[in-house]
């Protein structure tokens, strides 16, 4: 994997040291591969930033929001609006379960975080005005804002100094996978904890990750999602379900809250939305919120390129690339078989703790992030590209993956951990 200390420029980072150039610089991308600046091929296990589900350069969408940019760029939504922004909300009431819903859109993941929580505060003016607090889980993730950053759960967030202090509770899911894997106990005890915040303090809305993303490459245990559902119905709090990673397919069905027959209230969800072309989220608000919303009250939060006329075209496009394609039956089934051929080969593999995966975002565990790092590097010398965290491999490719692409996939990362454990 390139060093980069040639690539240097004058570029800074996300989540990064201010003046870290390691890693590849890409020069295309084309379905579900890239290449870098120095010619070298790879899987793009990564889907850009988890958000280019469909793979690279799908023509359909990048049509629609060329030709969107030339006909009509942008309005200002607080002003007025436009026809694929009405288009788009129209569209996604198609998802099985959100007829009902309306949307709100926002530009990144945490704008649309920060959206759902002010919704949940304008429902609680009206309903209940002591219930101004929030609870969310650790080791959850729900983005990069200071609002974010202390709703999430994570050592990375927990000590920056913008944090907001006050009105959140953090519930410590304990460790899911690993040496201290938590009991099947942990399924009750989780919901006690949840039952004596709600209980004793002015908390009134749940959010939570259905998958935690940042927080390992996680699956939360089957039906913990449905205890937390039942908790909140209990004591009447609403549930934000952040679904900003596994929305619009990744899990191989529209939402992860469908595979454990839940309804959020709130759902906020982004990555896919345009296929990785432009920013965009949204909230899907259910019509249970939406009537109990003060009467004359107003959302007072947007950006200035909040659901861009351009963006909204090419969310519409990739939704219908979805549908033609058959994106979300494939994200299950190519997702299950590459969980079948790393499992067969992984698990219970000498330097392995876990492999596991829910549609098209698989994690192999490894027993240490140095660990993890080198089979990264190994992975890409080979030509796949995977996202490390921690001491977690993520393998979160595009639905487009042929089985052969498939097949190299899971084979150069089976070879790069069994190379990089051997040599250790
Ligand atoms: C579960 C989850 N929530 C929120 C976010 C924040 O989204 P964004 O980076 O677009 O602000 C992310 C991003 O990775 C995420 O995975």
Redesign the pocket.
């Known amino acids: 994997m390139n060093s980069g200390e040639e690539t240097a420029s004058a570029l800074g980072r996300p989540w990064r040291a201010p003046r870290d150039h390691s890693g590849p610089t890409f020069v295309t991308g084309r379905g579900a591969w890239l290449v870098d600046r120095n010619g070298h091929r790879v899987i793009d296990a990564t889907s850009g ?3 280019v589900f469909c793979g690279h350069g799908v023509e359909r969408v990048v049509d629609a929001y060329a030709s969107q940019l030339r006909t009509l760029a942008h309005v200002d939504m607080s002003q007025g609006l436009s026809e694929p922004a009405h288009r788009l909300a129209d569209r996604l009431r198609e998802i099985p379960g959100h007829g009902d819903d309306r949307f709100f859109f926002g ?7 920060e959206l759902a929580v002010k919704i949940s505060s304008l429902y609680w003016s009206a309903v209940d005005s002591r219930r101004t607090d929030i609870v969310t889980f650790e080791p ?6 200071a609002l ?1 950053q202390s709703l ?1 759960g994570l050592p990375q967030t927990s000590s920056t100094p913008d944090r907001c202090a006050g009105s959140v509770h953090h519930l410590d899911f304990g460790e899911f996978t690993g040496p201290g894997r938590r009991s099947p106990e942990a399924r009750s005890h989780i919901a006690g904890q949840l039952r004596a915040i709600l209980a004793g303090s002015a908390a009134g809305t749940v959010l939570v ?1 259905p ?4 927080g390992g490459g996680i699956r939360l245990p089957e039906g913990l999602l449905g205890d937390i559902r039942r908790v909140c119905d209990e004591y009447g709090a609403l549930l934000v379900l ?5 929305g619009l397919g990744r899990t191989g069905a529209w939402f992860a809250q469908e595979h454990e027959g839940v309804r959020a209230d709130l759902t ?1 969800f ?2 896919g939305l345009t296929n990785g072309v432009c ?1 965009l ?1 949204a909230v899907a608000v259910g019509e249970p919120v939406l009537e109990r919303l003060p009467t004359g009250s107003v959302v007072t939060y947007g950006h200035t390129m909040s659901a861009s006329a351009a963006a909204c075209a090419a969310a519409s496009a990739t939704l219908e690339h979805m549908s033609a394609t058959g994106a979300v039956a494939a994200a299950h089934e190519t997702g299950g078989r590459l969980l079948g051929a790393l499992g067969r080969e992984l698990r219970g593999a000498d330097g392995v703790l876990d492999v596991r995966g829910h549609g098209l975002a698989l994690s192999v565990e490894l027993d240490s992030a140095h660990i993890a790092g080198s089979v990264q590097h190994v992975a890409y010398d080979l030509g796949a590209y995977t996202r490390q965290q921690g001491r977690t491999i993520m393998l979160a490719p595009p639905a487009c993956l042929s089985g052969e692409e498939e097949d190299r996939l899971a084979d150069h990362v089976v070879t790069a951990v069994r190379k990089v454990v051997a040599a250790r």
């Open positions: 930033a988890l958000n530009n990144s993941g945490s704008e649309a975080i959850g993730y729900h983005g990069s804002t974010c999430s990750e998958f935690l993303n940042v952040d679904e900003v990673f596994t906020a982004s990555k920013a989220s």
